[in-house]
């Protein structure tokens, strides 16, 4: 086990964690070592190349404008994204302040687009060069955006982060069942425990709290937001008008809980489209499923503080088994491996905020994911729009009626979550390349865009 509910929980800015987010943090590293090893000054020039799903996907996903920022010296935790308009004129008008303190000119063939060719280590690649001004190459270095905001460095070791440090360390959903079992304890125990090993208790907890606030500041600016979304599909954002419906609806509608549900999702996702402040989860095209399914626990499920800590360390615990054994990115496996996997994670935390067993747990966020098997990820224009938005309410809907199943269930289940994990996997490796972020399939090809 080598990844933390930190690493999965983000807090970042839109449209996109594997296609806005990880090329920032990619940009940023790469001037960053430019600057540790003093070579920033003698930059003349960059170029940055993309490849496969970034290239197809990437002006609509805001690529282009992650990679100036990053190269800038910002990064996605920290820039208010109000600022982001100003700092892109400044560099079109100004040039590129490489890491904020040399400038340089970058002109947008300086960004190229290579969208017939794929780099070795996965479809989202990306390769920066730094030239001398004689010509010659000061630096380059190839990155790979994995999914939620991971990055990896083509030759780079794996993460140093070991297992050793980490009390009850877990591979597989049966290993996290067979643990609880062995030392009496709840799946959210047993991560809380394993986090201990890199930062105190209370600063876990404020950690998540900090995350939950950041969703919550997401959901309600999505709530009171009107208007059209970027991107050039003239979609208009919805969540306001439904929310301002359903407070005025009387009566007592059973499904009033679903229809929040939905407007909860749909409002953390229109901000995400509008390239607001949201939080990955595990990746911000499914940025509107756990913190939905979070409202709605303490809403409708008298829910708490504590239950809300449960919900994030158990959620996380099986975003844990998708990302080390499977994949989160839509660019890899299609949107199972963000809409799907969210809805896993959601169900399962939903069933350990309610003070449901382990069993019941993994019983539901394989159930979650068993009914998202072969999801694409064929997004309209390339925008994080269509299907994306309510694709997230329809994901936390899902998660809830997961959740109740298992709980509900009295008679074991078939198939277990770890089947399900490599089933997700190996779905995603067989599906065709253009329904995985490519726009080139699907709705991105039959819808025609106005």
Not at 109 to 130: C, W, Y
Not at 339 to 360: H, I, K, P, R, Y
Request: aromatic residues 6%.
């Amino acid at each position: 086990m080598h990844t933390s509910l930190f690493d999965l929980f983000k807090i970042g800015i839109g449209p996109s964690s594997s296609h806005t987010v990880g090329p920032m943090r990619a940009a940023y590293r790469f001037a960053e070592k430019l600057s540790d090893r003093q070579l920033l000054e003698n930059v003349a020039s960059v170029r940055v190349e993309l490849f496969g799903s970034l290239a197809l996907t990437g002006v609509g996903h805001g690529t282009d404008r992650g990679i100036l920022l990053g190269l800038a010296g910002k990064q996605p935790d920290g820039i208010d994204p109000c600022e982001i308009p100003a700092l892109l004129a400044g560099i079109q008008k100004f040039g590129l302040p490489l890491f904020g303190r040399h400038t340089i000119p970058f002109a947008p063939e300086d960004l190229v687009f290579i969208k017939d060719m794929l780099l070795p280590g996965h479809s989202n690649g990306m390769r920066f060069t730094a030239f001398a001004g004689d010509g010659q190459t000061l630096d380059e270095r190839v990155f790979y955006s994995v999914g939620g905001g991971f990055i990896t460095e083509e030759g780079d070791a794996p993460a140093e982060r070991t297992e050793r440090a980490i009390l009850y360390p877990f591979r597989s959903a049966g290993e996290l069942l067979r643990i609880g079992e062995d030392h009496s304890l709840p799946i959210h125990l047993i991560m809380l425990t394993n986090e201990r090993a890199w930062r105190p208790l209370e600063k876990i907890r404020e950690g998540i709290l900090k995350i939950w606030k950041a969703m919550q500041e997401c959901t309600s600016r999505g709530l009171e937001t009107c208007g059209e979304l970027p991107g050039g599909l003239a979609l208009q954002r919805r969540a306001a008008d439904l929310a301002r419906n359903l407070r005025k609806a009387r009566g007592s509608d059973p499904l009033t809980g679903m229809d929040w549900l939905n407007v909860w999702a749909i409002a953390v996702n229109e901000e995400n489209a509008a390239g607001g402040r949201v939080v990955t989860a595990p990746t911000n095209g499914a940025a509107g499923i756990i913190p939905s399914v979070a409202h709605y626990y303490l809403r409708f499920l008298s829910g708490n503080d504590e239950g809300i800590l449960r919900y994030f360390l158990s959620a996380a615990a099986i975003g844990v088994l998708y990302k080390e054994n499977a994949s989160i990115s839509g660019a890899e496996v299609g949107c199972q491996g963000e809409v799907g996997v969210a809805c896993s994670m959601a169900a399962a935390g939903l069933v350990s905020a309610l003070d449901g067993t382990n069993e019941q747990i993994e019983h539901a966020a394989e159930i979650a994911m068993e009914h998202n098997l072969g999801m694409t990820c064929d997004p309209v224009g390339g925008l994080v729009q269509i299907p994306c938005i309510e694709r997230n309410a329809f994901g936390a809907v899902k998660a809830v009626n997961a959740a109740r199943m298992a709980m509900a269930e009295t008679t074991g289940h078939k198939v277990s979550l770890d089947q399900v994990i490599r089933t997700m996997y190996q779905t995603g490796l067989d599906m065709q390349t253009r329904y995985k972020e490519t726009a080139l399939g699907g709705l991105a090809l039959n819808v025609i865009e106005c």
